[in-house]
């Protein structure tokens, strides 16, 4: 499809269909051009074990096609109806505890479940059957949002589907009993029908099991998927198809999801309340746009103004919900949809935000959506284009799951915790960042960012050090090279197979218990760590900070090891919200600079660029305030030398850019005055994007 993407999930079958001609009339005026439809109508298509009635979607979909919308359309697998569940009470998802989850919500299925699965694809079989030649049919959106509410099932049907996935991984038990430890506490199986999965324990379960569970689950929903996947891709050829992503989720590897889609999507639901949600946001949509190696996603879900599952619910406010939308395309989405198209009157979610709002067409939030419509009319030609980063953030769901086990020496190691401090530095520089997989070649990027590698195997080490041998420039984080694949502790000192690379050994882990901080001294600037330090010692390194307080005073705290021709970097703590000046020194020595010289605070600037070298900088002001931002080149390639650091103004006399505000129409040149949550598009001509 032409242009970017405009519309949202629409629930028809909650209304009568004379309301279905006001709603195509009432999408055409405010510019929709895609709607998903039928997440939730299995009930409604399949209405007994016996029958369908596909007639009100064959209505639907004509009408929709007629106003020359096209559809989105689901798979609808993720509500199994009462029937299904009465007939096949087994499928019902089991807890940890052993207690059977009922019906009267959604996504009540056990993902090992052979009569759901068995029901899922054959409901996706005669709908693509059905509509693989509509006209309307633009894409299909398989179930919706795995792992939301059920993650994991522990039922006889997921026990027998883990132990087949053991045999798999480890071949024998005596494989298993190797890599689970279970010479520890008389844990050995003697065979794999011993093994049950992780149910609650009198005490701490081990270790490998769980990580394996948290492997299987994964990979059990990721089989559910890929089922539906192969009869669409088998039935509807030529249609591209995706599931919604749930952005940064600790359930599914989506690096291994994202091989399985034909393009990304996502759904997003930062919080009005949190006065950083846009930091998190752009972190989400760079790991987005990163799944499939840069290539443009879809926002799948957005509330075009307040949730209705917090426990105090924000609207957006007059602008927010503009701003907001404006920064998934700034980060590579071709579309922004919603949850919902027009608010519900009955159901869990009838508090919950719309397109088109209870109060209709008068009420301030419809004039929003009609806006927006509009303006991505404006900005259509931005659709294809591509924006990289010029640093790159390795992430790693295996190190993930395994570090946020318990029995740790502190349980404040938690990934997104550790992560979210490192984005912010980098946001805040105008830095954009790409993630890369741990399978990555690294090449890509000057400077590779791990904030945590608590398991790392010696593959990885190695194509880490080759990075750095060869130019790259690497700052790894704490309480990282701990653990192998297994979970095991690779003997010998932490950190395990980085010692070389890092030319450091870990003595002891000092975690900072809640609330206290230990000083750290950068040259002279004092900066606060938390969470975690560590007893280490330089071998090959040099010290660049110390602790400046507590037991580990007058000790290296951040070091850096020249290796080849590039270089590694260690920092022995957590040091939050204090990180900054350390990674501008990597940043300096990797020649990564922001986006934009001289962009004032709370302002995000990203550009996008078409095939033809054509540039599409967006510039978003987050904050309360009118900003001014210069629009000017670097005047040298920012990856060639020394970059721009934050707080200075290293372009005296650099040219001005000149281009078109997409938004507005108007010519910009030098700078561009930003209102309060206010936002533009430059074009820039391909020569000027070079610069
Ligand atoms: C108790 C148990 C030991 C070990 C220690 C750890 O003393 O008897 O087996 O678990 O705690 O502190
Ligand atoms: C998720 C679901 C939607 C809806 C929204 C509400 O994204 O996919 O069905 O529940 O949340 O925010």
Avoid at 349 to 354: G, W
Wanted: net charge negative; proline share 8%; aromatic share 8%.
């Amino acid at each position: 499809m032409p242009g970017l993407l405009y519309g949202g999930d629409w629930n028809p079958e909650q209304w009568p269909e004379r309301v279905w001609a006001e709603d195509v009339k009432l999408m055409a005026e405010a510019g929709v051009n895609l709607v998903t439809v039928g997440i939730f109508s299995w009930a409604r298509l399949q209405p007994d074990a016996h029958s369908w009635d596909f007639g009100w979607l064959d209505r639907l979909l004509d009408l929709v096609h007629r106003h020359g919308i096209a559809v989105d359309l689901a798979t609808a697998t993720a509500s199994p109806p009462a029937w299904l569940v009465r007939a096949h009470p087994e499928l019902l998802p089991v807890t940890a505890d052993g207690v059977r989850l009922e019906f009267g919500s959604r996504q009540h299925y056990c993902p090992s479940s052979p009569a759901y699965r068995e029901a899922a694809v054959r409901l996706t079989r005669a709908l693509a059957e059905r509509y693989r030649h509509h006209p309307a049919l633009a894409l299909w959106h398989v179930h919706n949002e795995y792992a939301d509410h059920v993650e994991e099932c522990f039922c006889p049907a997921s026990a027998a589907d883990f132990r087949r996935w053991l045999r798999q991984r480890h071949g024998g038990i005596e494989e298993l009993n190797r890599s689970w430890g279970t010479a520890f506490w008389s844990q050995h199986y003697n065979s794999f029908d011993q093994i049950e999965p992780p149910r609650t324990a009198p005490g701490p379960v081990n270790p490998t099991q769980l990580l394996d569970w948290r492997r299987f689950c994964s990979d059990a929903l990721l089989a559910l998927h890929r089922a539906e996947k192969a009869v669409l891709d088998e039935v509807s050829p030529g249609v591209p198809v995706t599931t919604n992503f749930m952005s940064m989720l600790k359930a599914l590897d989506y690096w291994e999801w994202s091989r399985h889609e034909d393009f990304v999507s996502d759904d997003a639901y930062p919080d009005p309340a949190d006065p950083r949600a846009h930091v998190n946001a752009a972190m989400n949509y760079d790991l987005m746009r990163s799944l499939k190696g840069g290539r443009p996603w879809l926002l799948m879900e957005q509330a075009p103004s307040a949730v209705s599952w917090r426990p105090v619910n924000l609207p957006k406010g007059p602008g927010r919900y503009r701003l907001w939308s404006l920064q998934a395309l700034a980060r590579g989405a071709d579309g922004v949809l919603h949850f919902q198209w027009r608010a519900s009157v009955a159901g869990a979610e009838k508090f919950h935000s719309a397109m088109l709002p209870h109060r209709g067409t008068a009420s301030r939030g419809w004039q929003e959506t009609v806006r927006l419509g509009a303006e991505l009319r404006r900005l259509g030609e931005v659709a294809g284009s591509r924006l990289r980063g010029r640093a790159a953030v390795l992430l790693d769901w295996d190190s993930w799951w395994a570090l946020e086990l318990d029995d740790h020496p502190s349980a404040r190691m938690r990934w997104p915790d550790l992560l979210r401090p490192w984005y912010a530095a980098l946001y805040e520089r105008g830095v954009t960042v790409d993630f890369v997989p741990p399978t990555a070649g690294f090449d890509d990027h000057p400077l590779l960012l791990a904030p945590n590698l608590y398991l790392l195997d010696t593959a990885t080490a190695e194509r880490l050090t080759a990075y750095v041998r060869g130019g790259g420039r690497l700052v790894c984080g704490p309480f990282s090279g701990i653990a192998d694949r297994h979970d095991h502790i690779h003997p010998g000192g932490h950190p395990g197979p980085l010692r070389d690379l890092l030319g450091i050994v870990v003595d002891e882990h000092w975690p900072i218990p809640d609330g206290a901080t230990t000083a750290v001294d950068l040259n002279g600037t004092g900066l606060d760590a938390e969470r975690w330090s560590e007893w280490i010692e330089t071998e090959a390194a040099e010290t660049v900070a110390r602790y400046g307080s507590g037991a580990l005073a007058g000790l290296p705290a951040v070091t850096r090891n020249r290796l080849g021709a590039g270089s590694a970097w260690y920092l022995s703590c957590h040091l939050g919200a204090d990180l900054g000046p350390v990674l501008d020194l990597a940043l300096a020595e990797a020649g990564v600079g922001a986006e934009l010289p001289g962009l004032p605070g709370g302002v995000e600037a990203t550009c996008r660029v078409a095939a033809d070298g054509t540039g599409y900088l967006f510039l978003l002001n987050h904050g309360p305030e009118e900003r001014l931002v210069p629009l000017r080149a670097p005047g040298r390639d920012p990856l060639a030398g020394a970059g721009p650091l934050a707080g200075a103004d290293p372009f005296p006399g650099t040219a001005p850019l000149t281009g078109t505000d997409l938004l507005t129409g108007a010519e910009a040149a030098g700078a561009v005055t930003l209102a309060p949550l206010g936002a533009a598009v430059i074009r820039l001509p391909a020569a000027q994007e070079r610069a």
